[in-house]
């Protein structure tokens, strides 16, 4: 059975629609716009830079400002970014406190 044959419901319009159309809207209205602190447009693999000391908690390591962030992740939220950092697991700052580099 192929895909172009499932129709799913599309509670926005009330409308049956095949579920290749339904893929397709979720992934375009999926597209949050993540802004950094001066208002550049951030990405998924962007480097960021901090702007701002700040304490991890949990960690009980403050990143300086200053510090490099690469390869970050985009989350959904307009104001997360998910970012890896040596020693730290699951970091996760607020796209307020840093700069795209």
Do not use: H
């Amino acid at each position: 059975m192929s895909d172009d044959e499932d129709y799913v419901y599309d509670e926005a319009s009330g409308e049956w629609i095949s579920a290749a159309d339904a893929r397709e809207r979720a992934a375009t209205s999926g597209a949050v716009e993540v802004r950094d602190a001066v208002g550049n447009i951030l990405a998924d693999g962007d480097q960021v830079t901090l702007i701002k000391d700040l304490t991890v908690k949990g960690a009980g390591q403050t990143l300086k400002r200053g510090t490099l962030i690469k390869s970050i992740r985009l989350t959904g939220d307009p104001q997360e970014i998910d970012c890896k950092f040596e020693g730290i697991k699951g970091l996760v700052l607020r796209a307020e406190f840093v700069r795209k580099r």
